[in-house]
């Protein structure tokens, strides 16, 4: 499963966010069912960031996003970020699905917006 998201940084919060998507990298890449991990920045509009982070399935994301690192990550994308858009990309038998969804964050729990979704 690969989980993108799509941030702008809120008006003069551009480093804040770098600063601290760069800071939850290493701790992003060593958790369970994380098998790779990456950040870039649009060359478009320099507001906008992108994390891509592919997970084993649904239950080692949902696990993260309840950890302290996870929490970490929401309150930075609450705190830093206008909007984001949060993808998700199963493949599954030959299938492959994606959808967005695109919300102003509020402490948001984004793997329990849609509830009775599988996303695997």
């Not at 601290?20 to 994380?34: E, F, H, M, W, Y």
């Not at 038998?93 to 994606?98: D, E, F, G, H, T």
Request: include cysteine.
């Amino acid at each position: 499963m690969e989980l993108t998201i799509e941030m702008r940084a809120k008006p003069g919060k551009f480093q804040e966010l770098y600063q601290s998507l760069q800071a939850l990298l290493p701790t992003i890449r060593k958790a369970k069912g994380s098998s790779d991990c990456r950040i870039w920045r649009d060359v478009e509009d320099g507001e906008i960031f992108f994390l891509s982070v592919q997970w084993q399935s649904r239950a080692t994301l949902e696990h993260y996003v309840r950890s302290s690192s996870g929490a970490a990550l929401l309150g930075a994308l609450d705190l830093l970020s206008e909007t984001a858009k949060v993808r998700f990309l199963s493949v599954t038998w030959r299938l492959a699905w994606s959808f967005s969804i695109v919300f102003p964050l509020y402490s948001a729990d984004f793997v329990n917006l849609y509830p009775d979704q599988t996303f695997e």
